[in-house]
């Protein structure tokens, strides 16, 4: 029977909300609005905020980018660049190359994905940072 099932982490929609209030607070310290989509190991969305200001459109790739990080358990940023018209084609635009796009684990799990839009690449990938760090 053990090969059947296995126990495992998972993300809880508890644990979703504390990242997206943490990136929101740190989106309001940077004074950049944005958009922020959490996303479970199977890329099912958990949560997701358009923070007042944020680009209508971020939310689709804030949804690209935490797929991405979540499929490939790397930030989105790393789908290289030879492949990245191809797999957005591929994927409908589920599968991007845009930063913003982070990995969720604990203790080593991959849990799902993070993905932040509306910002410049740096910002945010910031954002994404400070969301993971609410999990501890």
């Known amino acids: 029977m053990t090969d059947y ?12 909300m504390a990242m997206l ?5 740190a ?19 958990v949560g997701q905020v358009r923070m007042d200001g944020a680009k209508v459109l971020s939310m689709d790739s804030a949804l690209a980018k935490a797929r991405t990080a979540a499929s490939i358990g790397a930030p989105s940023a790393e789908v290289p660049e030879a492949v990245r018209p191809a797999i ?3 994927t409908s ?4 190359g845009l930063a913003g796009g982070l990995p969720i684990r604990v ?7 993070i993905g932040v839009g509306s910002g410049a ?3 945010d990938v910031a954002v994404a940072r400070a969301a993971l760090a609410a999990l501890g």
Do not use: F, I, N, Y
Request: one cysteine or more; hydrophobic letters at 55%.
């Open 5 to 16: 099932v296995a126990p495992t982490l998972r993300l809880t929609h508890r644990g979703a």
């Open 21 to 25: 209030e943490a990136a929101v607070e």
């Open 27 to 45: 989106a309001d310290a940077m004074g950049v609005p944005q958009c922020v989509v959490v996303v479970d190991a199977s890329a099912v969305v």
């Open 88 to 90: 957005a084609a591929a």
């Open 93 to 96: 635009g589920a599968v991007t």
């Open 107 to 113: 203790d080593g799990v991959l849990l799902g994905g």
């Open 121 to 123: 690449p740096d910002e």
